[in-house]
């Protein structure tokens, strides 16, 4: 696997890997990989010719009050494990090479980007969406793979591919999780043990409703009422729980059509996130 640091060596060897050809897999990540992130890898290796995986922890996606000077980083380990995946191609910029010291151009969402994760976290969508952005300029692939777990993250860049006509197909993988269905997160790392042992009941609450919709509840608020009550109970602290359009992410009053539904909660100071899929009865 080779390494590299700059946008100009990365297209450099890119150049030579894809000769002939070649079909080009993209997977953006913030490092301190898990079994979560290497699931994107293998699907793109199974899809692609050349698989490149980018690791930058994007100080455009965090908040001044956010956890960007301790985000977890250990690239040396995130290198064997790729290697190990089978990527070809590892990009690591440092933020001083990858953005100007200027830099003042951003991809924004208007219409979603302040909605639900982007509401509290005011600016992190059109950092993310500006990061990617300039991730698929770098690499120009054809793939990027993009996890479910953050759903709203996913839509958005697939919106951006669609409404700027970029030739990359956008590939959406579910979620990995723990055997207790927390989903797993380089934040877990976070969590003191009680917080940890709490956690997975985001996921209970989450299949609950699921069963309770399959069932025959429609209404959004009774849904969600049951859901964030199970998380409480646990001891964590809704942030948000709401039941929206997969279509065009717009909160809805009853689950009349697919529908998704996105959920942020504290279990002690880490905020994590999670998702589930319900389709229209
Ligand atoms: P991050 O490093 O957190 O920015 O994540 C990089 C990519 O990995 C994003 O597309 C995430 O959605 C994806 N990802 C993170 N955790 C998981 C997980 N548990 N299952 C599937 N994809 C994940």
């Known amino acids: 696997m080779k390494r590299c640091k700059t946008v100009e060596a990365l297209r450099r060897e890119l ?7 070649k079909t080009v897999g993209l997977v ?15 699907e793109a290796r199974a899809k692609c ?17 956010e956890d960007f000077e301790s985000y977890p980083r250990r690239v040396a380990q995130d290198a064997k494990l790729l290697e190990a995946c089978g990527a070809d191609l590892l990009f690591v910029p440092t933020t001083e090479t990858f953005y100007n010291p200027d830099h003042q151009t951003m991809i924004v969402n208007p219409a979603v980007q302040g909605l639900y994760c982007g509401k509290y976290r005011p600016g992190h969508f059109s950092g993310a969406l500006t990061v990617v952005a300039k991730l698929f300029f770098a690499a120009q692939p054809e793939f ?15 919106k951006m591919v669609s409404d700027l006509n970029w030739p990359i197909r956008i590939v959406k993988v579910p979620t990995v999780r723990g055997k207790d269905g927390l989903a797993l997160s380089s934040r877990n790392e976070y969590l003191d043990p009680k917080s940890r042992a709490g956690a997975p ?13 399959v069932s025959g509840e429609r209404n959004v608020a009774r849904l969600a009422e049951e859901a964030k009550k ?29 529908a998704v ?12 996130i999670d998702n589930i899929e319900l389709s229209a009865r």
């Open 261 to 272: 539904v996105l959920v942020a909660a504290f279990f002690g100071k880490t905020r994590l």
């Open 201 to 213: 009941a985001i996921r209970a609450a989450l299949v609950s409703l699921k069963k309770a919709q």
């Open 49 to 65: 010719d050349v698989v490149v995986v980018s690791v930058f922890v994007n100080p455009l996606q965090f908040g001044p009050n």
């Open 28 to 42: 953006p990540t913030m490092g301190a990989l898990h079994e979560g992130h290497l699931t994107l890898v293998r």
């Open 230 to 258: 199970t998380i409480s109970r646990a001891g964590g602290r809704v942030q948000y729980l709401e039941i929206v359009s997969q279509k065009s992410l717009l909160p809805l009053k009853s689950v009349s059509e697919p």
């Open 15 to 21: 150049g030579k890997l894809r000769a002939g050809g």
């Open 144 to 158: 990027a793979f993009f996890g479910k777990k953050d759903w709203q993250q996913a839509w958005l860049i697939a």
